[in-house]
């Protein structure tokens, strides 16, 4: 059981002299970076983006952060497929704690991170999920639901923890499952709710509104 989490703004002392720090970790093209990013320029969050970092080195959410100006990180994943291996995983870490992240944003990060990551940063590490969890965790979900044939699947934002895509549920949004649709069609309009509902999550966390009682998370409405 999670101990309830304590209010990130309080704890990190968030005031308007200190915006509340992001570090987004992301192995693909970037556009829920790009939101967050927008959505900390825009003030929607009252935070801002000090790093980003991948496991890929030409991703385009690199990319797409050196052009904002943002400080762009490729760190070698090491020798695993579908994991982080040690020597990369304090390289992470160390590159967090250097930027004294407040909260770890997983953005389409595609290696699982291991506990000595996840103790790091206890309840701090949200990640964004392209179904309705419990529902079709891991890979692909968009391509997961299309096959099962449901009729409306969607996006969930949750905190992380040992299991793939377990961790307590922040905020879920539906999105229909419409005829005619391809793997490609569905995850376009996914993606579309992804880009509001995930730098939405992350305002609320920045702001202090969310706690997390065991697996539930309460949102504190304001
Ligand atoms: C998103 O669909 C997210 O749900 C999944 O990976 C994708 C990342 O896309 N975990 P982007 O790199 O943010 O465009």
């Keep these: 059981m999670l101990a309830i989490a304590p209010n990130l703004a309080q704890e990190e002392g968030v005031t ?8 987004i970790l992301g192995s693909g093209k970037g556009s829920n970076a790009a939101a967050i990013a927008d959505a900390c320029a825009s003030g929607e969050i ?22 904002r100006g943002l400080e762009a ?19 992470f870490i160390q ?40 529902a079709f965790p891991g890979l692909e979900a968009w391509k997961q639901a299309l096959d099962y044939g449901v009729k409306v699947t969607g996006v969930t934002v949750h905190f992380v923890d040992q299991g793939v895509d377990t961790g307590p549920v922040i905020a879920q949004e539906t999105v229909p499952v419409l ?11 996914i993606q579309e709710v992804e ?8 305002a609320a966390l920045a702001r202090g509104e969310i706690r997390v009682q065991g697996r539930q998370t309460v949102w504190k409405r304001v």
């Design 16 to 23: 308007a002299q200190r915006k509340f720090r992001l570090g």
């Design 179 to 189: 005829p005619g649709d391809t793997p490609e069609t569905l995850h376009a309009r």
């Design 46 to 67: 009252p935070g801002e983006v000090v790093l980003v970092a991948s496991d890929v080195e030409n991703a385009g959410i690199l990319e797409r952060a050196r052009a």
């Design 95 to 134: 590159a967090l704690q250097r930027a004294a992240v407040d909260l770890v944003v997983l953005a389409g990060f595609m290696r699982i991170l291991g506990g000595g990551f996840l103790r790091t940063f206890a309840n701090r590490v949200v990640n964004i999920h392209p179904a309705l969890l419990p």
């Design 73 to 91: 990180l490729y760190i070698a994943p090491g020798e695993f497929r579908a994991k982080v291996d040690e020597t990369a995983e304090a390289s």
């Design 195 to 202: 880009r509001k509902i995930y730098p939405a999550s992350i």
